[in-house]
């Protein structure tokens, strides 16, 4: 079957039959810790009475995974009350049999994470062979199980509504007490461009999201995921904004637990494509007259499959998404226009020479003016720095004169390569015991040229970020009892970032523009060109190279205790948030037109001091830096 939305092509396809070998087998853990986190089950309760509603204890219930054949059975309590705790999310059949009644049976019980599902059961008297079944409604009924508020997000609705983010974070917002998420474009601190989530009012960095029930929270940015996994691998996006659990972590803002899907008896999987370029979009309304429209093309691609290894017994699940956005970022910048370059410099306030007059700055004298144009001139011969004559060639043409300020229009390619892998294995390896195994991987490079060339930079850009952002986790529960069930979990999320800086792998600065005590240190952080600060568009790097290492491990053990109507769940949830940067400030050369201005003590007989210090401009901050006199 084969659906066509808009420019999202996807193919589906299912058997019954077939079983394939699993591709990549996965880390798996089982800790011998007790544990229930309820965050990555759900939950079936009911009531089971007869026709005049009296109560009926020690009838038998079943429930039955339809996806899997996993089965559970309890026994309903001297009250008629059966609980079964601590089950995986999926569609269920629930079965109620007692001597001398007739078998009553409900099915397509939808369970998600985090979430309690009640089915009473009404018994007729009747064989056992007898049977009375009933279709589960889709109608939604009020929340008496539970305390917390919270909102499901399901596979069908992220991949059935249309959002240009492509992303399950862009429709936590539909729910209640959520605000509009905010974007972001990636990059250092968020490769995964996660965005920003606020519920009822709280704080941004109050908000924990865990993958599998292992923490996705940036360390370094709290507001930030570390790990968003494709919207075609995500099963259930559950939303706590309010009266969260003791197993919802410490929070004080919204919980979101995202589960990835599983693999079932059924052979299933899906193709996609999402595409967009610049042909419908119009050009940015500064861009000047006659200018093409920037590049513009995004797409995103990929596909799932999932299934059995071993029928009711061992399953597996994989997804792959790409995202490839090519684009133009463009914008005006300042530049030196060419007379500038040779020394002429069209000021309204004075340029005095900082070789003349008294060491503090008094009593200086202006630079010649040309006798024409009224400029300031600084004979580049004799005057300007030599760090400056190799620089002042590298200027990017097509600056035109007497236009100081954003004179040049300049589009600058940029790229962001983002992969997302997921990967899931279920094994129900005996009735009692079921372990789980998770594996992501979401890989990333960003490219941004600098808008004056690899050496000026300019534009505040890095050309080269990269990194890689892994997560495993492996979680067991083990059903000591009917009414005593044990689970734990281990995972861990780390995050690589790089940020290169133009020319990182080049002492730049020490070795050919010669210029002592840059570049100090190990490169690449030490590599590349310093920022020249002189107010018009800055050059250099925009931010020195940086490495990051942000490892963040997850244990989880819980207990569930059921004892006649009272269910007792306890445990201990350790989360180790890590931080390894390797940074350095950025070396920079500050250019502010002090050393090319006058200095006006009180009293002074200077005639240039006529109301005091004479302002200074742009061009004497040019001055400055032709002069090769920073601040």
Known sequence: MTICRGSKRKAQWHSGTLVV???VLLFMFLLTKPGNAQVLYGSIVGTVTDSTGAVIPGASVTVTQMQTSDTRSVTSNDGGVYTVSTVPAGTYSVSV???GFATFTSTNIAVAINTTVRVNANLTVGAQTEKVTVSASGSVELQTDRVDVHGEISAVTLEDLPQPTRVYEGLVGTL?????????????????????????????????????????????VQFFSTAVPSIEAVETVNVVTGSSGADQGAINGAAIQVQIKSGTNSLHGSAYEYFQNNTLKANPYFSPAGTRKPKYIDNNFGGTLGGPIKKNKL?????????????????????????????ELASTTPIFDPATGLADGELRKPFPKDPVTGDYIINPATRFDAVTKKLLPLIPSGVPEGKYSNNVYINTPYSYNLQKIDSKVDWDAT????????????????????????TLGGGGYNTNQTGNIYAFSGSGTYVATPRLVLDATFGLTHTTQYLY???????????????????????????????FNFGLSGWGYGYPSLVYADPVFQYTGNVTWIKGNHNFRFGIDVSQQHMNHKEVGPTSFNFTGGLTGLYCPSGSTDPNCAGGSPNTSQFNQFADFLLGLPQ
């Open 21 to 23: 070998p699993l591709l």
């Open 97 to 99: 049999s007692k001597e």
């Open 176 to 220: 209640p007490g959520v605000a509009p998420p905010s974007a972001s474009g990636g990059g250092t601190n968020n490769p995964m461009r996660s965005m920003i989530i606020q519920a009822n009012g709280t704080s941004a960095s109050a908000t924990n999201v865990s993958i599998d029930g292992v923490s996705a929270t940036n360390a370094w």
């Open 315 to 343: 399953f597996f699940f994989g997804s792959y998404e790409g995202d490839w956005l090519r684009q133009a970022a463009g914008g005006y910048y300042t530049l030196p226009t060419p007379d500038m370059v040779l020394g």
């Open 431 to 454: 009735s009692k015991l079921r372990i789980v195994g998770r594996y992501s991987d979401y890989p990333y490079k960003q490219l941004q040229a600098p808008a004056f060339g690899a």
């Open 501 to 531: 800086a133009p020319l990182y792998n080049q002492r730049y600065a020490s070795d050919v523009l010669g210029i002592p005590n840059t570049n100090l240190g190990p490169l690449p952080t030490a590599g590349g060109v310093p920022q």
